[in-house]
């Protein structure tokens, strides 16, 4: 659902002329797994 909410926004020139990039990692519903998601580094 946001994927494609912000893929609209995207068609219709972004946010002051820029694109937004979605951006999503699965946790599994793990506490481990959510704090090493949140530790990553963004590409």
């Known amino acids: 659902m946001q994927a494609a909410y912000f893929r609209m926004i995207n068609e219709r020139g972004g946010i002051n002329g820029r694109r937004i990039n ?10 481990e797994k959510t704090v090493e998601q949140v530790r990553k580094p963004l590409p």
């Open 22 to 31: 979605l951006i999503s990692h699965d946790d599994a519903a793990t506490p």
